[in-house]
């Protein structure tokens, strides 16, 4: 099995994050505002967001190990 880039995985994790906040802003226009979903939905997204970020510093920080050996 093909290991995957540490690139990848934070393109996958910030297209997961992004669609968390298109449901999250779907649910709030359907409601009358934030509810407990909405709020729980913007949690995950911004979970998301912060490990798609650590992926692409991993991914940097690994690059420059390939530069300097």
Do not use: C, P
């Amino acid at each position: 099995m093909k290991e995957r880039s540490a690139k990848f995985y934070g393109y996958l994790y910030f297209t997961f994050g992004v669609i968390l906040v298109v449901f999250a802003t779907q649910a709030m226009g359907q409601t009358e505002g934030w509810d407990f979903w909405t709020i729980l939905l913007m949690i995950f997204a911004a979970l998301d967001f912060l490990i798609a970020f650590k992926y692409f510093s991993m991914h940097k920080q690994a690059q420059k190990g390939k530069e300097n050996n």
